[in-house]
Every structure is written in C-alpha cells, then in structure tokens.
C-alpha cells in the first residue's frame, strides 16, 4: 500500500505489461524519481494493433522517447 504523499500512476497503449516487466518498470520509475516501488501503478490497455513488451526487449527501459 502506498502511503506516501507522491504516487505515479503510468498507462500503457500496449496490448500486454507482463508481471517481470512491470517489476522491471517499477523499480526503474523509482530509481529515478525517488518514489517508492509501492506508490507506482502501471496499467495497459487491450490492444490488438499495439506491440508487445517482453522483459527479455533490449534496452527498452533506456529509450528516449
């Protein structure tokens, strides 16, 4: 439970986020912001004509966008 007073609340276009990646995500987001692994929600959208993310995507978590 988050009980902080920041939380981060990211949304996804993206047909799935498995468990690993968002984990991966999460403790990403929290590195850099200082927020806690606990306060940030990921959620993705149902997609059939988006891609995939799949933990094993090289580099996708150093990507500039």
């Known amino acids: 439970a988050c009980d902080e007073d920041?939380?981060?609340l990211l949304?996804?276009?993206n047909l799935e986020l498995n468990v690993p990646a968002a984990d991966d995500f999460?403790?990403?987001i929290s590195e850099?912001?200082?927020v806690s692994e606990d306060c940030?929600?990921?959620h993705a959208t149902?997609?059939?004509t988006t891609p995939f993310i799949e933990k094993d995507a090289e580099g996708?978590?150093?990507q500039e966008y």
Do not use: F, N, W
Request: net charge positive; aromatic share 4%; charged share 25%.
């Open 46 to 48: 149902h997609s059939h």
């Open 60 to 62: 996708v978590l150093e």
């Open 6 to 8: 920041k939380a981060i």
């Open 11 to 13: 949304s996804i276009d």
């Open 32 to 34: 850099v912001t200082g």
């Open 26 to 28: 999460r403790k990403h």
């Open 40 to 42: 940030i929600y990921i």
